[in-house]
Each structure stands twice: as C-alpha cells, then as structure tokens.
C-alpha cells in the first residue's frame, strides 16, 4: 500500500467515519424535529450537556468515555424535559424556555468547569463546541489484506464504533416506530383521536434526540451536531413532501456534505500550499449549509428559481389571453388596433416587457397576424379568444345576477377570475346563471 | 470518595468578611471591581430592556442567532487587523466585524422564511450553525497565523468580563443611555407593536421601521455584551430576564421595567459574588444569578407564577365541589320534603355521597362549607342550614334557568342539558341570571320561584 493510501487509512478514515455516522444519526432525528418546528432543541441540548460533562468528570475522576456519555446524557434529557415543563406549566413560548434553560445549564457548566480547572483536571471547552475529530486516528498495518481482517478492524478506534452503533439504534427505531412517528409529527391531535398517546412517544424521542446528541457531539462538537440535526433535513424539504423520501434525501445531503466538508478543510489547504488543515466540523457545516443554499435556488418545485419560472409563465398566459381577448373585443365592433395601442391598453397590468413576449409568441403559434398596421385574430386565435370571452361575460352575469354587484363593477373581478376557470366550473357557472344570451352589459356571450 | 471529588469539596477559600461585602457592594473596593459591577449591571439594564421587546415579538431566540452569527466577522475582522498590522485586539474593528456578520445572519433569517417554505426555527438553527462553524473553521486559521494572540478571541465566546477596562464600560455606559432613551420616547409604539402588530398596521404606523428600531437596539445590546460575557451568556442575559418578569405582569411597561431590573440586579450580584470569591467567573454567576431571578418568579410570581396559578385552579376546583355538594343535597332534601326553607338534618351516608371522593378535596370542601356556615356538625349528623339552603336553592335554581335556557333557545333534548348545565351554573352573575329570566320570560316561559328540573332526579 502506498504512504499516501497508508496515511489516509489511519489518519483520515475513522474521522470520516465518526463524522458520517454521528452525522447520519443526527440526521435522522433531525427530520422529524424540523417538522414539528423544534430544530432548536438540538442547539438547546448539545449547549446543556455541559455541566454533566464536568459532573461526570468530578464524580469519576476520569475522563472515561462512559462516564462522560452517561453524565452528558442525563444533563441532555434533564434540560430537554425542563423545556418541555416551563413551556407548559409556565406557558412560555418555546424559544424563550429553550434559552432559559440551556444558558442556565451552559453557565452552571462553565462554573464547574473552572472549579475542577482548580483541581488541575483539564477540560477543553473548545473541544466541547469545535469537535476534536483531528484527534481520532487509527495505527493499522501496512498490507491491505490484513486490514480486512476482523482482529484488525476490532482495534478501530472507539468513537467509530460508538458512532455506528447508534446510527443502527435510531435507524431500528425509526423503522419500527415509522408510523407512530409520521402522525406525530405531522398531526399530533389524529394521532390523539386515534387512540395513542403522543406526549409517551413524545418524551421516548427527546430522550433518544438527546442520546444522539451526546453521542455526536463528543466527536465533532457541537456547532457540527446542530447543524447537522437542522440542514440536511432543511434542504430535502425543499425537494419533497413525503417523509420517506425526504429522509432518505436528507442522508444523501449528509453523505455529500461530509465528504465534501472534511476534504475541504483537510485537504484542500495543503492542496492550495498552506501549511495546516482548517477544522473540519466546521467546514462540514458550512457545506451542508451551502447545500441547502443551492437547493433554496434550485429546488425543482419549491426552489426561488423554480417559482419564479413557474410565476413568469403564469403571468405570460395570462398577458397572451388578455391580448386575444382585447382583440376579439375591439373587432365585435368591427373596428382594428394596433400592435402599439395593445401595449398601451395592458400597460396597467404587466410591464411592457412581458407584453411584448406575449406578443411575439402569439404571432409566431399563429393566433394573430398583422395585417398592415391591424392586428387581427386568426382562425385558431378566434377559437383561443372564444371560451375566454364566454367565462368573462359569464362571470360578469354570475356577479351581477348571483352576487349582487353593480354592473359597473364587475369588469376587473370577472378579468381576474377568467384566468383561473376551467371547463368544469365553467359548466357549472353556466348552470346558475341558467344560460343567458347576453352579459349585464348587453353584450353577446359567445 | 475518589482524589477528585475529595478535594473538590476541600477546596477552601476565605469567606469575606460583612465589611469587605459592604465594600464591594458600594463599589468601594477598588477601582477595577467598581468598574466591572458598574459596567455590568448597566449591560444587564440594558439587555433586560432589550430582551422584552424580543420576547414579546416572540423572537426570543433572535439573539442567538445573532451572537453566533457575529463570530465568523469575529474573525475575519482578527485576520483582516493581523495582516494590516492594527491592533489586534482593536474593539472597533472586531465589534465592526462581529455586527456586520450579526446583521447578515439575521438578515438571512428573514429571507429564508419569507422566500421559501423554511420556517423560523429552522431558519435560525441553519444560519446559526452554519455561520458558527465558519466562525470556528476561520478560528482555526487564526491559530495558524502564531499570532499568540488567538486568545483574545476566545474570550468572546466564553466572555472574560474581569477584564472589563473603562474604555468597555464607557461604551456600555452609551448603549444604556441610548436604550433607556429609545425605549422612552418609544415606549407607545414599541407597546403597539409587539402585543399587536397587526392593529399597529392598520392604526398606520410603519411597522417594519419600529422593528428596525427594536432590532438594532438588540444587535448593539448583544455586540456590547459579548465582550462582557461571551457569545453563550449574552443570550441569556436577553433571554432569561424578561421571561422571568412575564410571570409578574401582563402589561408591557411593567414587564419592561421588572426586566430590567432583574437584569440590573443579576448583573450586580453576580459580579459582585464573583469579585468576592475566588474562581467564580463572573459570566456564569451572573447567569446563575439571573437564573435564580427566574426560578423564583416561575415558581412565586401572584400574577402568573406556578404557586398563584395552581392555588387558583385548586380554588375553583374546590368551589365547584361545594356547589355540586349544596346542589346534590337540595335535590335530595325536595325529592323527601319539598322546597322549604329551613334547615335539616343530614345522616351521615346522604352527605358523604354528596361530598367528592377525592381525600384532600373532601377535607377541604367540608372545611370550607363548616366556614361559610353552611354545614354544622351536630353529634354524629349535619345539619344543613338555613344559610346553606339558601345557598342550595339558589345553585339550583340557576343550574334550571340554565337548562330551561338552553331546551327553549338553544334547541337542546332536556336529556341532553344537565351536563352543560353543570358547567356553566358556578360562573352565573345575578346579571347574567336576570338576562336569562327575561328571555324565558319573552318566550312565555315565566319562571317561576324554582322551576321543576327537566330530568328526572335520583335517589341516594
């Protein structure tokens, strides 16, 4: 094997994969908390677990991972049902009782902290909240073959192990509780109807946000875990509104972004000739941040760019049907208009921009053709401009008929609503103005 | 016990004497410590203030985002005075940086809600991490750079309010001033805004711009405070504050003004301690503090606090036990004797199966009822009294009226009255009473003295 391949092995691979698998487990709690509007419970708890970090470490006098994990855990459930208890007996609104009690915890923390700094046990806040992936590494031999034994995987370092085996325990969990958990965080009161109590389920997955939590954010800090619970299910939101796809998308986001985030700040500084890496929790979230900021412009159908299309497209059928209406209006009384005179008239609706595409694209589909200075309607344009004139007049009869209104009035109501009528409501207004041959205004519907 | 815990409980220190506590109290000991507590308590004032208008526009959790969005200008700002060879530790340029980044987190915040479908805690918890991991991510280029002086960053996050100098507090001293006097002239319209913003719309104030007003304040509050107390701690001191003041009050000036009191007060005391003993980082202690205002307030407050609310609903509880009690006695004693005014005699199983089961509430509805004169006790038997058949007769009465009521008016099978009936007959005032005798009277339904009851009643 190579050096290079050598070193990636020990030096780079149990951080990617302590990194992916916590992330992969923050990941998946964090779809169902995005949805039930409590992202921030993850910030809250990776903050609060301060204090039972260094409890931990006082009582045990270690810095065994156990201990650290069983203090971190209970100091993360305890903050998380206070949330839950202050918001509800004090009914304070969410935020203010996260902020409440997580700075409440995080300062207790710090205060501990700097009672055993007396007592010359050394505990790094930094590592706390920046992650110390850097410091997991691997001493595996040389020849490949002997990697692949299971002896030799065995030695992995711990944080690998602990990583994969909670992404298997949420995962399990997940998959046996995908039902119970779907109408949980989508419709708390059916879920009430139907007979099972969502405030038990409710405080089984704050536990386990917060055991994921403690387990993450040992390795890779906790800024990581908190951007990881709320990004990557964030921007597969974007994509979808199915839950099993956003979920799974919302690992493939997690995926990319730690690959890509851990190559960007490991490697990429060397590659571009500094001399040392840029911490790599950190990059993984800027990417992932700079993933959801991708799709918030490029998301198929909830995308800025998609609706913007999809508006521009909306507007300029709407402008095209304006036209071969105010056409066929202006040649009802056998007189002609111009190309000019038409922007004119629709200038108080759209921007001359569009009323010039519209324009275009009506001549070139061949619905109008110029004749001379005239506009004129084709064939195919006259059988376009026909039912928008029928569900115009139509509506202008419902309103004065059926609603009441006066006649002067109907004209900008029955333009906006022609647009949107199709051929099934058209019957159907057809029906209750019980077929008339004129509109309010003497006009013929055609 | 192990080493470790061993000597974290013999850890000694000298507890201070009632003269040096007055001392330091009066800000007499020594200039440092006088300008620590002074500066601090007025950062706490003014976080308190700020912190209301957060909370009652229900973006309690702005600040949060806006003190972990200030690091990554943090650092750039670090890097960008290190290369030019400023002062490193110049607090214009860093504070400059650390707003600049605050205000286009926040700015983000906004944009994310209002163009997409991302909501806000989403949003908040996106743009706070993400721009805190660049934070960290520049943070380690920093230390990189061998400046030696990376530290100086360090205490943003954590705080190091210690090292408050009087250049700190004078600044501190301007964002109070500059808040106490927005929040004054302001007062009208910020009160408008945040309990109703909408009304504020249509009453033609520009609602944007008063939110722009609230929201720089914060910003500045929380830029002055990092410093202070670091990125974590600020967010308390704007946080916790006015949640606690919430439970006393329900009007906005009070709130405002016990906020920043208990601000004041947090920061003073915390200070004060930690300038009193020995490795209490006034950060935390001023946390803890403000978080002893809090639990206080939760647990005590009389207008909305745990205590008064909970003695309340017991209150209500307990009196709706004893007017089903008087009312499930009357109907015995007419089903027996008729409605007679008088009093009479109860055995012993009539009024223990009129009284609630419950144990505590049955002590204290017979409590109550002995009190009131309602009940007296007499050998082994009660005696209902004249007061108390008053009493009776009038539930009764009401509780009929009510059902009357409702089969007249409401539409509703008499089988089906009773239990609404139930509900609505402890909260009827005489006026509500007379309301409902006219319109049965209107109906021809003239009541009389005590209706009959439209369901049959049952036998004990």
């Given at each position: 094997?190579?050096?290079f391949w050598h070193e990636f092995v020990s030096l780079d691979l149990p951080p990617i994969l302590t990194a992916l698998f916590s992330s992969l487990s923050c990941a998946l709690i964090g779809n169902y908390l995005v949805l039930r509007r409590q992202s921030l419970m993850g910030d809250a708890i990776s903050h609060a677990v301060l204090p039972g970090i260094v409890l931990a470490f006082l009582i045990s006098g270690t810095r065994s991972s156990f201990a650290v994990f069983i203090g971190a855990s209970i100091a993360g459930i305890c903050s998380a049902l206070l949330i839950e208890v202050i918001r509800k007996i004090g009914q304070v609104e969410t935020g203010a009782s996260m902020g409440v009690v997580f700075s409440i915890f995080f300062a207790l923390g710090v205060l501990l902290m700097e009672q055993a700094a007396?007592?010359?046990?050394?505990?790094?806040?930094?590592?706390?909240?920046?992650?110390?992936?850097?410091?997991?590494?691997?001493?595996?031999?040389?020849?490949?073959?002997?990697?692949l034994r299971l002896s030799t995987l065995s030695q992995l370092p711990n944080e690998v192990f602990v990583s994969v085996a909670v992404f298997v325990f949420i995962s399990i969990f997940i998959i046996l509780f995908y039902k119970e958990l779907?109408?949980?965080?989508?419709?708390?009161?059916?879920?009430?109807?139907?007979?099972?109590?969502?405030?038990?389920?409710?405080?089984?997955?704050?536990?386990?946000?917060?055991?994921?939590?403690?387990?993450?954010?040992?390795?890779?800090?906790?800024?990581?875990?908190?951007?990881?619970?709320?990004?990557?299910?964030?921007?597969?939101?974007?994509?979808?509104?199915?839950?099993?796809?956003?979920?799974?998308?919302?690992?493939?986001f997690t995926i990319i972004a730690t690959i890509a985030g851990y190559v960007c700040g490991a490697f990429m500084p060397i590659w571009l000739g500094f001399e040392n890496s840029i911490n790599t929790a950190g990059m993984i979230s800027v990417i992932s941040g700079l993933l959801l900021l991708m799709s918030v412009f490029l998301a198929p159908r909830y995308g800025i760019l998609a609706q913007k299309i999809s508006r521009h497209r909306l507007q300029l059928q709407v402008i095209r049907e304006d036209i071969l209406g105010l056409i066929y209006r202006v040649e009802e009384t056998k007189k002609g208009i111009t190309k000019d005179e038409i922007v004119k008239t629709l200038r108080k609706f759209s921007s001359d921009y569009f009323i010039k595409n519209a324009y275009s694209s009506l001549l070139k589909n061949g619905l109008i053709s110029e004749r001379n200075d005239t506009v004129i309607l084709t064939e195919a344009g006259n059988i376009g401009a026909v039912p928008l004139l029928r569900k115009h007049r139509l509506w202008e009869t419902y309103l004065v008929n059926r609603v009441g209104l006066n006649p002067d009035h109907v004209h900008n109501t029955a333009e906006a609503l022609e647009h949107y009528t199709d051929q099934e409501l058209t019957e159907k207004l057809q029906e209750r103005v019980k077929n008339p041959e004129t509109d309010p205004h003497g006009k013929k519907i055609p | 016990m192990n080493d470790a815990a061993q000597s974290l409980t013999d850890v000694s220190f000298q507890m201070p004497s009632l003269h040096e506590v007055i001392k330091v109290l009066t800000l007499q000991a020594g200039y440092n410590s006088a300008l620590v507590i002074g500066g601090t308590t007025m950062l706490g004032l003014a976080a308190g203030i700020v912190g209301t208008f957060t909370l009652l526009r229900k973006r309690a959790l702005m600040s949060d985002a806006l003190a972990h969005c200030s690091l990554p200008g943090l650092v750039l700002a670090f890097i960008f005075s290190f290369f030019l060879n400023l002062n490193e530790k110049n607090i214009y340029v860093l504070l400059l940086g650390a707003s600049l980044s605050g205000i286009i987190g926040v700015y983000l915040i906004d944009q994310l809600v209002r163009h997409t479908r991302v909501k806000e805690d989403a949003a908040i918890g996106v743009v706070l991490s993400v721009f805190f991991g660049a934070g960290i991510s520049l943070l380690s280029i920093v230390q990189s750079l061998n400046t030696g002086r990376a530290g100086g960053i360090?205490?943003?996050?954590?705080?190091?309010?210690?090292?408050?100098?009087?250049?700190?507090?004078?600044?501190?001293?301007?964002?109070?001033?500059?808040?106490?006097?927005?929040?004054?002239?302001?007062?009208?319209?910020?009160?408008?805004?945040?309990?109703d913003s909408e009304f504020a719309t249509v009453q033609g104030w520009n609602v944007q711009r008063i939110d722009l007003i609230m929201m720089l304040l914060v910003i500045v509050t929380t830029m002055i405070g990092l410093q202070a107390v670091g990125?974590?701690?600020?967010?308390?001191?704007?946080?916790?504050?006015?949640?606690?003041?919430?439970?006393?009050?329900?009007?906005?000036?009070?709130?405002?003004?016990?906020?920043?009191?208990?601000?004041?007060?947090?920061?003073?005391?915390?200070?004060?301690?930690?300038?009193?003993?020995?490795?209490?980082?006034a950060g935390s202690v001023i946390v803890l503090t403000a978080g002893l205002f809090f639990v206080i307030s939760f647990l005590f407050a009389p207008e909305r606090g745990v205590f008064a609310t909970s003695m309340r609903f017991l209150h209500l509880r307990t009196r709706i036990s004893i007017d089903h009690f008087l009312r499930s006695i009357f109907e015995q004693i007419e089903l027996k004797f008729g409605a007679?005014?008088?009093?009479?005699?109860?055995?012993?199983?009539?009024?223990?199966?009129?009284?609630?089961?419950?144990?505590?509430?049955?002590?204290?509805?017979?409590?109550?009822?002995?009190?009131?004169?309602?009940?007296?006790?007499?050998?082994?038997?009660?005696?209902?009294?004249?007061?108390?058949?008053?009493?009776?007769?009038?539930?009764?009465?009401?509780?009929?009226?009510?059902?009357?009521?409702?089969?007249?008016?409401?539409?509703?099978?008499?089988?089906?009255?009773?239990?609404?009936?139930?509900?609505?007959?402890?909260?009827?005032?005489?006026?509500?009473?007379?309301?409902?005798?006219?319109?049965?009277?209107?109906?021809?339904?003239?009541?009389?003295?005590?209706?009959?009851?439209?369901?049959?009643?049952?036998?004990?």
């Open positions: 094997m190579s050096s007396a007592n010359n046990i050394d505990l790094d806040a930094d590592c706390l909240l920046h992650g110390q992936l850097e410091t997991i590494f691997w001493l595996p031999p040389q020849n490949v073959f002997e990697i779907k109408l949980f965080s989508f419709d708390e009161a059916l879920a009430k109807t139907l007979g099972f109590n969502p405030s038990v389920l409710y405080y089984v997955f704050i536990s386990l946000t917060a055991f994921s939590v403690v387990a993450a954010f040992k390795a890779v800090g906790s800024i990581l875990v908190i951007a990881m619970i709320i990004c990557p299910a964030t921007t597969a939101r974007l994509f979808t509104d199915k839950l099993k796809t956003q979920i799974l998308l919302s690992m493939f | 360090n205490h943003f996050i954590y705080g190091q309010t210690a090292a408050m100098n009087q250049h700190d507090a004078v600044l501190t001293l301007i964002v109070t001033l500059l808040t106490l006097v927005a929040a004054i002239l302001l007062l009208k319209e910020f009160r408008l805004v945040c309990f990125i974590i701690l600020i967010i308390a001191l704007i946080v916790i504050p006015p949640t606690a003041a919430r439970f006393w009050s329900e009007k906005f000036d009070r709130i405002t003004i016990i906020s920043g009191s208990f601000g004041a007060l947090s920061c003073y005391f915390g200070a004060t301690l930690s300038t009193l003993f020995p490795r209490m980082p007679k005014e008088d009093s009479y005699e109860l055995s012993k199983t009539e009024v223990n199966s009129a009284a609630p089961k419950q144990f505590f509430l049955r002590k204290l509805v017979f409590i109550l009822l002995a009190k009131n004169k309602f009940l007296t006790k007499n050998n082994n038997d009660y005696i209902l009294t004249v007061k108390g058949f008053k009493r009776a007769y009038e539930l009764t009465r009401n509780h009929r009226l009510w059902e009357e009521y409702l089969t007249q008016y409401g539409d509703i099978a008499t089988s089906h009255v009773d239990y609404s009936a139930d509900m609505v007959e402890h909260v009827l005032s005489h006026e509500i009473v007379k309301q409902i005798e006219d319109s049965l009277r209107a109906k021809g339904k003239i009541p009389r003295a005590l209706p009959q009851s439209l369901h049959p009643l049952r036998e004990t």
